[in-house]
């Protein structure tokens, strides 16, 4: 491609046509199950305090989303149903063949689901949009060898368990305790585990869901966890979202909770191997 | 010397790893979403021409090496070194050793103009020119008249090299020959 086409789609306009399909099956999947579409905002006043997840800025200090989670949570204390976002997320610094600052997330949460019952219904969701296929479980100890460890050597070592995985469907279950983010835990001491879930597809991480914390004290002592460890390596520490926590105080129900990459399926659906291949422009 | 950080990597930085000048292949990015971000990294050890593979630490980096891609001209071999010439009037000259003239020196005569790879102004590798004309210094007697299809022969060059030639070529042709294969073109 010469320089002076470097204004033209990173995909075909087959590519395209595949990934409105898919945006118009997803839709299908949520209306027949009485679950209701909403767009809360991709810019907040506050961040995740994640230490691993960094949020773009604006001049104006708002932070671009990096999910819909802490907004779809606050409806959902104000009384709001089963509800989806099918969106744009932002996530600053991650850029390669499966990753894109920007990319399109479909979120839910199920009202009275535990992880169990949300793991079967992405199974259904999968099973439209990629056609049926056998899901295997695996606890994240069985699959990476280990709960323990340094965090970094044991996130790569998930990373690369992960990528070995192949050709197959695999829900990946009983994170460790610490990796638990927004999930509840279950368990105590050294068998507690958080009660999340992944679903790996031909070795590429498409789906992280929760039986969802409700506690907001203990969110409250997660986010100063997280922010530690942001300081202790040397990046700043973010504000916890006083609306989410608040929410929590007043009443987040019983719920679960699953974030899908919407590219990461065009690009498994399409047989394709990069994000670019099936986004309109993958420039950043 | 300046170093670069994992998002500065790219196909064909040159950097040191392990003391040896490197270039960078491939730069994985590699995250899990929770977790930790790393770049898995394909290096060409540019000494061996081997592939090593290392994962980093994103934000983690390397220094940078000195390492330039020059046109030289192949001057003479002193029986140690080989000697090359810039082509840029400079006249300014460079030694290789055995090692790093290695791969080019069955297919380079005086004069010719090849790839050096220099390492801190020292010359790591020489790469021919993709094609070369080279005399034949011993073959069999050439067959009149087979000029098309037919068998081949061997053929000593005037570098020492032999190779597979048709039947019709003599002693004291010139032959263009294609480094890369290490085969015969034309009759030059």
Redesign the interface.
């Known amino acids: 491609m010469s320089p002076n086409d470097d204004w033209r789609p990173t995909c075909s306009v087959a590519a395209l046509r595949a990934r409105a399909g898919l945006l118009a099956e997803i839709r299908a999947f949520f209306a027949e199950r009485d679950v209701m579409e909403v767009q809360v905002p991709t810019l907040g006043r506050t961040a995740v305090t994640e230490p691993q997840i960094e949020s773009v800025r604006t001049a104006a200090g708002a932070f671009l989303q990096t999910s819909p989670e802490h907004y779809m949570k606050r409806l959902l204390a104000a009384g709001a149903p089963s509800i989806y976002q099918l969106g744009p997320v932002y996530r600053a610094g991650e850029s390669g063949r499966l990753h894109r600052q920007e990319f399109t997330m479909l979120e839910w949460y199920r009202l009275g689901f535990d992880d169990q019952a949300l793991m079967a219904e992405v199974s259904e969701l999968i099973d439209r949009l990629l056609g049926p296929a056998a899901y295997e479980r695996m606890t994240y100890e069985s699959l990476v060898g280990t709960v323990e460890g340094e965090p970094s050597e044991l996130d790569l070592a998930y990373a690369e368990a992960v990528a070995a995985l192949g050709p197959v469907r695999c829900f990946v279950t009983d994170y460790p305790a610490d990796q638990a983010a927004l999930a509840r835990v279950r368990g105590d001491g050294a068998d507690s585990r958080a009660a999340r879930f992944e679903l790996i597809i031909n070795g590429v991480e498409v789906a992280n869901g929760y039986h969802e914390l409700t506690d907001a004290a203990e969110l409250r002592a997660r986010m100063a966890r997280d922010n530690q460890q942001r300081l202790d390596a040397g990046r700043e520490p973010m504000a916890p979202d006083e609306r989410l926590l608040a929410a929590m105080q007043a009443g987040l129900p019983d719920c679960a909770g699953v974030a899908i990459g919407v590219d990461r399926l065009a690009m498994l659906a399409a047989g394709a191997s990069s994000l670019a291949e099936v986004m309109p422009f993958a420039d950043l | 010397m300046a170093r670069y950080a994992t998002?500065e990597f790219r196909a064909g930085l040159k950097v040191l790893l392990e003391g040896d000048p490197c270039s960078i292949l491939d730069n994985?990015?590699?995250?899990?979403?929770?977790?930790?971000?790393?770049n898995r990294v394909k290096f060409r050890n540019l000494k061996t021409g081997r592939v090593w593979e290392r994962?980093f630490?994103?934000g983690e980096s390397i220094e940078a090496a000195d390492v330039m891609e020059l046109s030289m001209e192949y001057l003479y071999g002193d029986g140690e070194f080989h000697h090359f010439m810039k082509t840029d009037g400079s006249y300014e000259q460079a030694a290789a050793s055995a090692a790093a003239v290695a791969e080019a020196l069955p297919w380079i005569k005086e004069q010719d103009v090849c790839q050096v790879t220099l390492w801190n102004d020292d010359p790591i590798s020489v790469t021919a020119p993709n094609f070369v004309t080279l005399a034949v210094a011993e073959t069999d007697p050439g067959v009149k008249g087979d000029t098309a299809a037919g068998g081949t022969k061997p053929a000593t060059l005037s570098t020492g090299t032999v190779i597979r030639v048709p039947l019709f070529i003599n002693v004291g042709d010139v032959l263009k020959i294609d480094t890369r294969s290490g085969e015969y073109v034309s009759r030059a």
């Open positions: 998002n994985e990015f590699v995250k899990p979403g929770k977790g930790q971000a790393f994962t630490k994103s």
